[in-house]
């Protein structure tokens, strides 16, 4: 006690004493509570981790099927009606074999002469067989096609040439084969001019197209093989035991998408009325437009997205009661703290701001956290439950603003509390 | 010189109005000149501490008046309060109210906070109050870790941190051996030198000789003033 000197000078002037503690500074006072209470203040957060975690999930997966869905309509073709023939049940009995063989060419012609608005038509059938080249052979589809099915359906030339009309009209052996079957028969080289099998019949490759990848619905576009609709009935259909000029599809594309709902309603009647359907009768034939394909998923992802947002919000609120209830018990516990505080100086204003930033520290901490662990688990969704996901800056962000509004929120409450206590009563307990 | 603190017949009542009703300060009035080195005895339950919370802007008199350097306490608010304690008034209190969770060093540093010294000088200058009253090697220590006596001065070295105008002081010796005793009031008698007011609370008449003048409180009334001669 021998150098109490020291502490021994002229009282400092009350001006020099104007200063007052930064912003710093009382985020330094916050972090410091916060460390001495470590585990409470995690477990304070896991209220704000879940729901972060949630947003986070929420908006990179809702942000990703979109952005898929887009991908995807813009793939395939939005402009584009689709016709089959119904498979389904009538009064209860599955219906005979022929109203699986109810398009045909007669309907398509029909359909290109008398419906304006359906600008592309195109005839399909299909099947699978085995296709060979030299040593390798693979499993494929086969699709027996018109012209206007590749500008229908947007697909584009990688290599070689598109079917001549002379190709349709005489039934050449000529194939287009898909990505997929090139790789698997040729690997990298140049598949044009080469003969291939596909079933016992042999094919000239005239041609490749530009790869389409996934579809939506998970399937590979790229395996498949296009032959002229007319071959593929006179050579490839021997198997299939089909009334002649029968159709298993049609698909017909429109110049605008305004233009669908009209051209739909055409082809219903106009099919009615050429397959002789008595009114109230049941169709023999289903019209599907993709938009409303594509719709439906949307509304799935949309519900996802609500289902999520009310995980998120319901999980914000409950860890921000939670936030709310700590703080309220530390203001409690830490009153003398407070009102030694107030007692050295600071002002009811020092001290709310200190409650607040322990409560937005806890919530943004909470908020990292969570960042983290729904990051992951976005990934993780789309590594294995094949869920496409986007993750982007803006997400984050986002999800970072939603943390520190939820801590400053519930927060107020209590740091207010903390700074309308009086000193005395504050240091008296 | 011009009084720094001027009570003019402060009253002080708890639970006014009701069967409860204590009247803690009764017509108190008392002039201490800056500068002055003035004690305030008392028995327990006389009144003393609710005069030091007074003096010290922590509470507010019921009726009465109350300058502080010249300002009315009646027309600041809570923040206006907080803005006179900081920046003039240093608080040794009798239960030391120092924090649990941090250190002697962090303890002492705390003023400086609140007047925004930047960390590494608040460090610098603890560190320093704390070797000034001999606790140099407790500085990271925590008060649970420190016995009553160095708590008690790692308290003073607080509430001396900023030089401020005037130091109150709440048995400041209370706690320590008669030698330390002394040298904290040897310490006071030389603030008293350098131009500090220091008011010292204590129930002990012999501690209360040190000071310039003694203000006696009992029942709320101060019912006596003598001065060391030739104060």
């Known amino acids: ?429 | 010189m011009s009084p720094v603190i001027e009570l003019n017949t402060i009253s002080k009542v708890y639970a006014a109005g009701t069967a409860a009703e204590v009247v803690a300060l009764d017509q108190v009035s008392a002039r201490i000149l800056r500068g002055e080195f003035v004690a305030i005895v008392g028995p327990s339950g006389s009144g003393k501490s609710t005069l030091m919370n007074i003096i010290g802007c922590l509470d507010t008199p019921s009726s009465g008046s109350y300058r502080c350097s010249g300002v009315d306490v009646a027309d600041l608010d809570a923040s206006a309060r907080a803005e006179l304690r900081r920046t003039q008034i240093g608080f040794v209190f009798q239960g030391f109210h120092l924090l649990p969770r941090m250190t002697a060093l962090e303890n002492v540093a705390l003023p400086l906070t609140y007047v925004g010294v930047p960390k590494a000088q608040r460090r610098e200058r603890a560190a320093r109050a704390l070797q000034a009253v001999g606790l140099a090697d407790r500085a990271e220590h925590r008060p649970n870790e420190l016995s009553g006596g160095q708590q008690q001065r790692v308290a003073i070295a607080r509430a001396l941190i900023n030089r401020p105008a005037i130091l109150l002081a709440d048995e400041p010796t209370g706690a320590l051996d008669s030698h330390t005793g002394e040298e904290i009031l040897a310490l006071f008698e030389q603030l008293r030198i350098a131009g500090h007011t220091v008011i010292l609370i204590t129930h002990d008449p012999a501690v209360a000789d040190h000071a310039d003048r003694t203000l006696q409180i009992h029942d709320g009334h101060l019912v006596e003033v003598e001065s060391k001669e030739g104060a």
């Open chain 1, 1 to 429: 006690m021998s150098r109490l000197e020291a502490l021994i000078g002229a009282p400092t002037e009350a001006s020099a004493l104007s200063g007052r503690a930064t912003l710093f500074d009382i985020l330094g006072m916050a972090i410091y509570a916060l460390r001495g209470n470590w585990m409470r203040s995690t477990l304070t957060a896991l209220g704000v981790i879940i729901g972060i975690a949630a947003v986070i999930i929420m908006v990179s997966v809702g942000q990703g099927t979109q952005a898929r869905l887009d991908e995807t309509m813009a793939r395939l073709g939005s402009n584009r009606i689709e016709v089959m023939p119904n498979f389904g049940q009538s009064r209860g009995v599955r219906m005979g074999a022929e109203s699986s063989f109810s398009l045909t060419t007669r309907d398509a012609q029909a359909i290109r002469q008398r419906i304006p608005g359906a600008t592309y038509v195109s005839g399909m059938i299909r099947g699978g067989t085995q296709v060979i080249a030299a040593e390798q052979n693979w499993s494929t589809q086969w699709n027996g096609v018109e012209a206007d099915y590749f500008i229908v359906n947007d697909w584009k030339l990688a290599r070689g040439d598109t079917f001549s009309d002379a190709d349709y009209r005489g039934a050449a052996t000529h194939a287009i084969i898909g990505e997929t079957v090139r790789e698997k028969l040729f690997g990298d080289s140049d598949p044009v001019g080469t003969m291939i099998r596909v079933g016992r019949v042999p094919f000239t490759v005239i041609g490749e197209v530009a790869p389409k990848g996934e579809s939506g619905w998970g399937g590979d576009m790229d395996d498949v093989i296009f032959v002229p609709l007319e071959t593929a009935r006179r050579r490839l259909m021997g198997q299939l035991e089909m009334p002649p000029g029968t159709l298993m599809r049609i698909t017909v594309g429109t110049s605008t998408a305004d233009d669908l709902p009209e051209v739909e309603s055409a082809l219903n009647d106009l099919l009615r009325e050429l397959h002789k359907i008595e009114p109230g009768g049941e169709d023999d034939f289903r019209v599907r437009n993709l938009t409303e394909l594509v719709g439906a998923r949307t509304e799935t992802t949309r519900l996802m997205s609500m289902l999520l947002a009310a995980v998120a919000t319901i999980s914000l609120i409950v860890g921000g009661i939670g936030i709310m209830n700590i703080m309220l018990v530390s203001v409690t516990e830490r009153i003398r703290e407070i009102g030694l505080r107030m007692a050295i100086g600071a002002t009811p204003g020092d001290i709310q701001k200190q409650f607040l930033a322990e409560a937005m520290l806890i919530s943004l901490g909470g908020g990292v956290i969570g960042i983290a662990i729904g990051v992951g688990g976005a990934m993780l969704a789309s590594r294995y439950g094949s869920l496409p996901i986007e993750l982007n800056l803006q997400v984050i962000l986002l999800a970072t603003g939603f943390a520190v509004a939820t801590g400053l929120f519930f927060g107020y409450y209590p740091a207010q509390k903390a700074a309308r206590l009086d000193p005395i009563e504050a240091l008296r307990q």
